[in-house]
């Protein structure tokens, strides 16, 4: 089994303070990515990253900022939060390029007042 | 714009009924359509689909691919409450991007 670890796995912050969620690894698996779930939309990639420094946004990356210094650690910033962004957050790694399967973390739930 | 799309949203059925799950997918290029179960955490795989017409199989449940008409279902036969969950449909579009449904919550009462 893939080992992710997701950090913290729960956060109530304030509008305006800035939040970071850290994903690990312990396989060296080249993709990871974090994906944001809420009711009635499924998961919506914010960003992933291909490769140490190597990153790209997803479909709703406004807001948010990634960092990629090690392969096994990714974290995701929300420089200034948003009641928008209250939601729940996972990571998730590419374990199979033949399977396509995804491996995800347990989820970090970011609530915003 | 890549969407899927999966109906219904929500099913109640009773232990021992057969359920079918549907999902159905716009996307630029598609490479592989994928389910996965969600029950209180985090999602996990089911199947990946990559070719129409060959049904992939785990214990009760089974599903297909149609590349033609741009869907897929999800079986699940002699439903058990275990099986009480949300399942997630997502499409590979080969921009290193999965493309999910809103999933299908499946609520199985004794």
């Known amino acids: 089994d893939a080992g992710i670890t997701q950090s913290p796995r729960h956060k109530v912050t304030e509008t305006g303070t800035p939040v970071t969620l850290r994903c690990h690894q312990t396989?060296?698996?080249?993709?990871m990515y974090w994906y944001r779930q809420d009711p009635g939309h499924g998961l919506r990639l914010i960003h992933y990253?291909?490769?140490?420094?190597?990153?790209d946004k997803g479909e709703v990356s406004d807001g948010y900022s990634v960092s990629r210094s090690k392969t096994e650690d990714f974290l995701l910033t929300l420089e200034s939060a948003t009641s928008s962004q209250t939601s729940v957050y996972f990571c998730a790694i590419s374990v199979d390029a033949n399977t396509g399967e995804l491996f995800f973390g347990e989820g970090s739930r970011l609530t915003v007042l | 714009e890549d969407k899927v799309v999966q109906s219904p949203l929500s099913l109640v059925v009773h232990e021992g009924d057969t359920v079918t799950l549907n999902c159905s997918y716009e996307v630029t290029n598609f490479r592989s359509l994928l389910w996965y179960k969600q029950e209180k955490k985090a999602p996990t795989f089911l199947f990946m689909l990559t070719s129409s017409g060959i049904e992939k199989k785990s214990g009760r449940l089974s599903s297909i691919l149609d590349k033609k008409e741009l869907f897929s279902i999800l079986n699940i036969t002699a439903t058990q409450t275990g099986d009480s969950a949300v399942y997630l449909c997502?499409?590979?579009?080969?921009?290193?991007?999965?493309?999910f449904g809103p999933g299908t919550r499946l609520s199985v009462l004794p």
């Open positions: 997502a499409v590979d579009n080969y921009g290193q991007n999965f493309v």
């Open positions: 396989e060296n698996h080249r993709y």
């Open positions: 990253s291909y490769g140490v420094k190597d990153t």
